[in-house]
C-alpha cells in the first residue's frame, strides 16, 4: 500500500510538473510574442497586432487586447497627424498662389500696387485663420454649430478664384436662384473644402475657358454644380480622384502637378456636413456636383 501511495504521489508530481512545464512555455511564447510586436511597434510598424483567442482566453489573450487596443489608437493618431501635415502643406498653396499672383500684378501694374498691397495684407491674414482653422479642426468634435450662406461664400471663392485665373486667361462664372442659401457648417472646414473644388476645376480648364459655377435648390437640398473644360478623369478611375494621395495617370494630373490631396479635403469636408459629392465626365469636361442638406430660416 505504501508503495502504491508513493507511485500515486510521484505520478501526480510528474502530471504536475508537466503541466508547468507546458503552462510555463506557452506563456513564455505569448510573451516573446508580445515582446516582438512591442519592438515592431518601436521600431515604426503601426500594423503590428497580436492574435487574440475569441474563446476560452486567459489573461495573456487579455494583455493582447489592451497592446491591440493601445496600438489602434496610436496608429490612429499618427495617421490624423500625418493626414494634418499634408492638409496644411495643400491648404496653404492656395493663398500663397494668390500672393504670387498679387505679388506679379505689382510689379507690373506699379500704378495699382495699393489694390494689390490690399489683396497681399488680405491673403496674409487669410493664411494666419487658415491655420488656426486647420489645427482647430483636428481637435473638434464635429458639431455643426453654425449656419453657413453658400451664396455669399461662394461670391468670395469665385472672386478669389477669378483673381487667380485671370494671369492665365481663365475665368469664373458663377449662378445661383437665390440670394441666400443657408447650411449648418463648422468652423471654416466646408469653405476649405469647396474652395479645393473650385481650384481643381480652375487649374484644369484651359486658357480662353471659363470654370462654371452654379447653386441651385433641389428639394430638401442645394445642389453645387463646378464644370471645368478640361481633358476629364477615365471612367474607371472617377470614384477614385477622391482618395487620398491618387493621382490619375493623365495629362490632366501631369500638367498640374500636385499630391491628390485637395478632393479628398473636399470629400471629407462635405461628408462631415451631412452631403454628397460626385463626379463624371460631360464630353467636355469634369463636372463635380455637392449636395447639402438645406436648413430653414
Not at 34 to 57: I, K
Not at 167 to 179: L, M, T
Not at 276 to 284: D, E, L
Request: one cysteine or more.
Amino acid at each position: 500500500m505504501g508503495s502504491s501511495l508513493w507511485l500515486r504521489i510521484s505520478l501526480a508530481v510528474v502530471i504536475s510538473g508537466l503541466l508547468c512545464f507546458g503552462l510555463s512555455r506557452l506563456m513564455t511564447r505569448r510573451l516573446k510574442a508580445l515582446q516582438s510586436a512591442s519592438r515592431r511597434l518601436a521600431d515604426g510598424d503601426l500594423e503590428a497586432r497580436l492574435q487574440v483567442r475569441q474563446r476560452g482566453g486567459d489573461e495573456t489573450d487579455e494583455l493582447a487586447r489592451d497592446f491591440n487596443s493601445m496600438a489602434q489608437q496610436l496608429q490612429a493618431r499618427i495617421e490624423a497627424q500625418k493626414r494634418l501635415l499634408g492638409d496644411v502643406s495643400h491648404e496653404l498653396r492656395s493663398p500663397l498662389a494668390r500672393l504670387r499672383v498679387a505679388l506679379a500684378l505689382a510689379q507690373e501694374h506699379p500704378a495699382d500696387t495699393a489694390r494689390h498691397l490690399q489683396r497681399i495684407e488680405r491673403e496674409t491674414e487669410r493664411l494666419e485663420e487658415l491655420i488656426g482653422e486647420l489645427l482647430a479642426s483636428q481637435a473638434a468634435d464635429g458639431a455643426l454649430d453654425r449656419q453657413l450662406d453658400l451664396v455669399a461664400l461662394l461670391r468670395q471663392l469665385t472672386a478669389d478664384a477669378s483673381y487667380e485665373g485671370n494671369a492665365a486667361d481663365k475665368g469664373v462664372v458663377f449662378q445661383h436662384d437665390s440670394d441666400q442659401a443657408l447650411v449648418a457648417s463648422r468652423g471654416d472646414l466646408l469653405r476649405r473644402g469647396l474652395e479645393n473644388i473650385l481650384r481643381n476645376a480652375l487649374q484644369h480648364t484651359p486658357s480662353g475657358t471659363a470654370v462654371q459655377v452654379s447653386l441651385e435648390a433641389v428639394g430638401g437640398e442645394y445642389q453645387l454644380r463646378v464644370e471645368d473644360s478640361g481633358s476629364g478623369v477615365p471612367e474607371a478611375e472617377l470614384d477614385r480622384i477622391f482618395d487620398e494621395f491618387y493621382r490619375t495617370d493623365t495629362a490632366r494630373a501631369r500638367d498640374t502637378g500636385g499630391y491628390g490631396l485637395g478632393l479628398a479635403i473636399a470629400r471629407r469636408a462635405v461628408r462631415q456636413h451631412g452631403g454628397q459629392i460626385r463626379a463624371r465626365n460631360t464630353g467636355s469636361g469634369l463636372l463635380v456636383t455637392v449636395t447639402l442638406p438645406r436648413i430653414s430660416v
